[in-house]
């Protein structure tokens, strides 16, 4: 009975070192190769977007807020699969970027609300024509949002699209992308992947050509090193709208 418990015990050491070694020589790879690892998880943002997109209508009905335990059960476990897993294992922990290299950090503070302000309003006039040619007859209905809502809204609009997107294209490979083209390349580089990324939600070229501008947008606000805390405001504020009614895209 001892000799199975050793040998045991031994196969379960050896499986744990095969692990780390194999979880070693992977963030290896990641660290030599951020770009490349950036530009899969794009892949895997839009993958688990599609999938959302298609198992949505079997549970919630309209693609809207729903005020349940289970669309708040939902929020909860796209958050911890985007927002935590993502962004903190596949981007902080893989590659051993610190927060602040993403654009965490107080150094103009101030500054960096009152861009994210200014992006918000931009953002919404670049949205004002998808709104028009829409109709009046396609425009979402308007709603006065509970206090239930306003807190799903926010949690949504602030820890899950905002926080994922913005530490991922802006935060993550903008800079990246500035190491090896002009600056305004690689704003539109990743303008133009946060766009494709949106692929399976977004519907018609406008909505495309919006999302196109809002990644101009955000992008201008990170510009080379500033606080990320500008773009993400402009993002989650955007995503707040949502409170008052389905989104208008």
């Given at each position: 009975m001892s000799l199975i418990v050793r040998r045991t015990a031994l196969n379960l050491r050896k499986g744990a070192l095969a692990v780390h070694t194999s979880s070693k020589a992977y963030r290896n790879w990641c660290r030599g190769h951020p770009l490349a690892w950036g530009l899969l998880?794009?892949?895997?943002?839009?993958?688990?977007?599609?999938?959302?997109?298609?198992?949505?209508?079997?549970?919630?009905?309209?693609?809207?807020?729903?005020?349940?335990?289970?669309?708040?059960?939902?929020?909860?476990?796209?958050?911890?699969?985007?927002?935590?897993?993502?962004?903190?294992?596949?981007?902080?922990?893989?590659?051993?970027?610190?927060?602040?290299?993403?654009?965490?950090?107080?150094?103009?503070?101030?500054k960096a609300v009152g861009l994210g302000l200014l992006g918000f309003v931009l953002n919404v006039v670049a949205l004002l024509p998808v709104i028009w040619v829409r109709g009046a007859a396609a425009r979402p209905g308007y709603v006065s949002p509970t206090v239930i809502r306003l807190l799903l809204a926010a949690f949504f609009a602030f820890g899950i699209p905002a926080w994922v997107e913005e530490n991922l294209f802006r935060g993550f490979l903008q800079p990246l992308l500035a190491k090896r083209v002009a600056l305004w390349m690689a704003i539109g580089i990743q303008a133009a992947l946060f766009s494709a990324s949106h692929l399976g939600y977004a519907g018609n070229a406008l909505q495309f050509g919006w999302l196109f501008v809002s990644g101009l947008i955000y992008g201008w606000l990170r510009g080379r090193d500033r606080s990320l805390v500008a773009s993400y405001l402009a993002h989650a504020l955007g995503w707040m709208m949502i409170a008052f009614g389905p989104a208008a895209f």
């Open positions: 998880l794009v892949v895997v943002l839009w993958l688990s977007r599609v999938i959302l997109v298609l198992i949505f209508p079997q549970w919630f009905s309209p693609f809207d807020i729903h005020e349940t335990p289970a669309f708040a059960l939902l929020l909860l476990g796209w958050f911890a699969l985007l927002s935590v897993l993502l962004v903190g294992g596949g981007i902080v922990w893989l590659t051993g970027t610190s927060w602040r290299s993403l654009g965490w950090h107080r150094e103009g503070l101030v």
